[in-house]
């Protein structure tokens, strides 16, 4: 059974920094691409920032340049350097992925629990 683990959350004044991770843990074949999302209260859960196995990475224009996402393929981890945080980025961070758990099976997705981000000073 696969699982992802997310850690890292917290609270942080506008301008700090924090850095998600997430982990993925079970009988796992192959990770393909690794992504974060967000959801604000009230409001639908949105793309942050992908990276797919090979290293290319793509990311929300609303966190451009203050966002880095990377990944480390050895420890099937991802993780989220979040830089000059502001207000507007107050969310449950939710880490996914898609795994290929046995070899010719089917790519399924993966999602962590969650973990809440809050900026505020």
């Known amino acids: 059974q696969v699982q992802l683990e997310e850690s890292g959350g917290g609270l942080v004044q506008p301008g700090g920094s924090l850095r998600l991770s997430c982990t993925a843990s079970?009988?796992?074949?192959?990770?393909?691409?690794m992504r974060w999302y967000r959801q604000a209260p009230g409001k639908q859960r949105e793309l942050v920032a992908a990276?797919?196995?090979?290293?290319?990475?793509n990311s929300a224009d609303s966190v451009k340049g203050r966002f880095t996402i990377s990944r480390d393929n050895a420890k099937n981890a991802v993780y989220l350097q979040m830089n000059s945080l502001k207000p507007e980025d107050t969310a449950v961070y939710y880490c996914?992925?898609?795994?290929?758990?046995?070899?010719?099976?089917?790519?399924?997705?993966?999602w962590g629990q969650g973990t809440q981000v809050t900026v505020s000073s």
């Open positions: 996914n992925a898609r795994i290929m758990v046995v070899v010719g099976d089917r790519v399924r997705d993966y």
């Open positions: 990276i797919t196995s090979t290293g290319t990475t």
């Open positions: 079970g009988s796992i074949f192959n990770i393909y691409t």
